[in-house]
């Protein structure tokens, strides 16, 4: 069974640092594209992050490019997403995400809030 | 505002069948055979429902179908139950520059 649990969200102020981790079991990491995906309280999904399975392409929404940098550790079965000078408009859920057929997520974690606010 | 646009309400009773469009461009759901579908309830993840247009994963029932002609692709829902009471977000491939673009999401009542 395909289990991603995503961790490291909480409050942070305006400007500052925050670090997402996902843990992937029932299924060969190491082979599978991955991505994050955030949804702001009340709103709709908005695609964050994606990168290849071994790690050397990245890719990145727009108003995340240059704040938000996606990695993975296929020896750890461990996504992550560092997420510098966080904006209030940040706030939100992030789910990490498997990647399946063209580029789009077939299985989801439960999600990590994060929330920026001073 | 999101790329792909998505009607905010639709409703059906029990056993009926609704429809939920998702309108995008030549760049994304046009342009590409990679559009799915999730099913959202209240305080959970998403799940995929459809994906490739018109595939369904295992599980899924199959009265959940996929359909898409030009730039719009479709979600029909037939013999609605209750339980299908959901957000339904759609999903498009929009090409190695713009990457993933979601829709903003169909509240589904179950009337």
């Known amino acids: 069974e395909v289990q991603l649990l995503e961790s490291g969200g909480g409050l942070v102020q305006p400007g500052g640092s925050l670090r997402l981790s996902c843990a992937a079991s029932?299924?060969?990491?190491?082979?599978?594209?991955m991505s994050w995906v955030r949804q702001a309280p009340g709103k709709g999904l908005e695609w964050v992050s994606a990168?290849?399975?071994?790690?050397?392409?990245?890719y990145y929404a727009d108003s995340m490019k240059g704040r938000f940098t996606i990695s993975r550790d296929n020896s750890k079965n461990t996504l992550s997403l560092q997420m510098n000078s966080l904006r209030a408009e940040d706030t939100a859920v992030y789910y990490c995400a498997k990647v399946f057929s063209g580029w789009t997520p077939d299985y989801w974690g439960q999600g990590t809030l994060v929330t920026v606010s001073s | 505002q999101s790329a792909l646009t998505q009607p905010r309400s639709v409703s059906g009773s029990p056993g009926q069948s609704v429809t939920i469009s998702c309108t995008g461009t030549s760049s994304d759901v046009g342009g590409y055979n990679y559009v799915s579908w999730y099913q959202q309830h209240p305080g959970k993840a998403p799940k995929l429902m459809i994906y490739d247009v018109t595939k369904r994963p295992s599980g899924v029932p199959d009265r959940f179908s996929g359909s898409k002609s030009g730039n719009t692709a479709s979600l029909t829902i037939s013999g609605l139950q209750a339980e299908d009471e959901a957000d339904y977000y759609c999903?498009?491939?929009?090409?190695?520059?713009?990457?993933?673009?979601f829709g903003g999401g169909t509240r589904l009542t179950v009337l």
């Open positions: 990168i290849s399975a071994g790690g050397i392409n990245t």
């Open positions: 029932g299924f060969t990491f190491s082979s599978y594209d």
């Open positions: 999903c498009s491939y929009a090409g190695s520059y713009t990457f993933v673009v």
